[in-house]
């Protein structure tokens, strides 16, 4: 049996494949319906919480960015005074004074 | 010809503004956390139902096993009910115009969370002295690991609450600190709810 077939029989008919012993084979329909009741409620609510964190963030997101320029247009630069100054040192010595 | 340097900036210069992050870290941290507990909570509720729903008739709860107080439990559950709602009101005036009455509440909400805790504390021995510990039965095992969890998540809510409330009183506490309490609180009063019914009942 090719492996693309065994994992398609194992994805369509679990019970006929025997994926789950636990699941499929349990004591009764009253144990089947606690592993099944038991795996939605452990898919679910991570989705659930990640999915109510994106919210969170998303609403929070549109109100931050709503003020985004708030704090740019709320800014002034600094006044800068430049001094010219022609008796201070040079930063690098003239070629006349390199020996 | 000399070079031309920048004078220092003059005194009184507007620094450029710190931009507000999205989420407080202490929230964001929190919220992560509490994802974390979530999920624990939510595998020991999910083991404990199957291992119920899966007994044999006449096995759950095992013979020999005392019956939970479920009836004595409401009242630790009403008042540990009653915290979330004190802190929630803590919390409206902590944000709002009259911070200094927030010490007030955030006092109620911790007193009602110790009494919870005391109260499962003596229920605890009274169960031990019927017969019921961890070792006893699979009943017990759950219980004790599944309502201790919640006792020791409770105990770390208050200590932090306790923190909180004297920096509230030396007026050094910040919203965002206060916002991270208050969710790990939520948190331990939302849960405990579901535990009891799933476990007591």
């Not at chain 1, 929070?60 to 022609?86: I, M, N, Q, Y």
């Not at chain 2, 006092?107 to 919870?116: D, E, I, P, R, V």
């Not at chain 2, 961890?134 to 599944?146: D, E, N, V, W």
Request: hydrophobic letters at 55%; one cysteine or more.
């Amino acid at each position: 049996m090719s492996p693309a077939l065994a994992t398609a029989l194992i994805v369509a008919c679990p019970t006929l494949a025997h994926a789950c012993a636990s699941c499929t084979g349990g004591d009764g329909p009253r144990a089947q319906a606690a592993f099944f009741g038991a795996t939605v409620f452990m898919t679910l609510l991570p989705l659930g919480l990640i999915g109510a964190g994106i919210l969170w963030l998303k609403r929070g997101g549109r109100e931050w960015l709503a003020r985004e320029f708030e704090d740019r247009d709320a800014w002034t630069p600094p006044e800068r005074a430049s001094t010219a100054t022609p008796d201070q040192t040079p930063a690098t010595p003239s070629p006349a004074a390199r020996p | 010809m000399g070079v031309i340097r920048a004078a220092s900036e003059p005194a009184g210069v507007t620094p450029l503004p710190v931009r507000r992050p999205l989420a407080d870290s202490a929230v964001l941290g929190t919220a992560l956390f509490v994802f974390t507990e979530v999920m624990l909570f939510a595998g020991f509720i999910s083991a404990f139902g199957i291992v119920r729903d899966t007994a044999l008739p006449g096995a759950w709860p095992p013979p020999g096993s005392p019956r939970l107080p479920f009836e004595r439990t409401m009242l630790n559950t009403a008042a540990l009910l009653a915290s979330g709602v004190a802190l929630w009101v803590a919390g409206r005036r902590f944000r709002g115009s009259s911070p200094e009455k927030a010490r007030d509440w955030t006092a109620l909400a911790l007193a009602l969370g110790a009494f919870f805790v005391l109260a499962q504390g003596a229920e605890w021995l009274a169960l031990i002295r019927e017969g019921l510990t961890l070792r006893s039965s699979q009943l017990g095992s759950f219980f004790y690991t599944i309502v201790g969890a919640h006792a020791l998540h409770a105990l770390v809510a208050i200590l932090f609450l306790a923190l909180a409330w004297r920096a509230m009183i030396a007026g050094r506490l910040t919203a965002g600190r206060f916002a991270a309490v208050r969710l790990f609180w939520y948190f331990v009063v939302l849960v405990w709810p579901v535990l009891y019914w799933r476990v007591y009942r």
